[in-house]
């Protein structure tokens, strides 16, 4: 069992940044694809940046291209999200999510409030 851990959210005003963190209790060897998913009140989660642990490219949704910046650290087993310029559309709790060897986990959540 792999158990994830976020953290980081918070409340902030629009044009303000926050980072998120993911810290897995480990990952595969082989192959793992790890990232954020958001889902705000009264819609369907959606996917927001992942990358994988071979492709040299993250994926980002349309809305966060330019503003959201997804990186890792191997040795901490942790992966980040670095929210620049967030909108109050960007207003969400954000998951962590890790698939690997067949299984996906998700972490518990983390709120994020852009308001004025």
């Known amino acids: 069992q792999v158990q994830l851990v976020e953290s980081g959210g918070g409340l902030v005003q629009p044009g303000d940044s926050l980072k998120l963190s993911c810290a897995a209790s480990?990952?595969?060897?082989?192959?793992?694809?790890i990232g954020w998913f958001r889902q705000a009140p009264g819609k369907e989660r959606e996917r927001v940046s992942c990358?994988?642990?071979?492709?040299?490219?993250?994926y980002y949704a349309d809305s966060v291209k330019g503003r959201f910046t997804i990186s890792r650290d191997n040795a901490q087993n942790t992966v980040y999200l670095q929210m620049n310029s967030l909108k109050p559309e960007d207003t969400a709790t954000y998951y962590c999510n890790l698939r690997q060897l067949g299984r996906v986990y998700w972490g518990q959540g983390t709120q994020v409030t852009v308001s004025s």
């Open positions: 990358l994988s642990s071979r492709d040299a490219s993250p």
């Open positions: 480990r990952f595969a060897r082989d192959y793992y694809a």
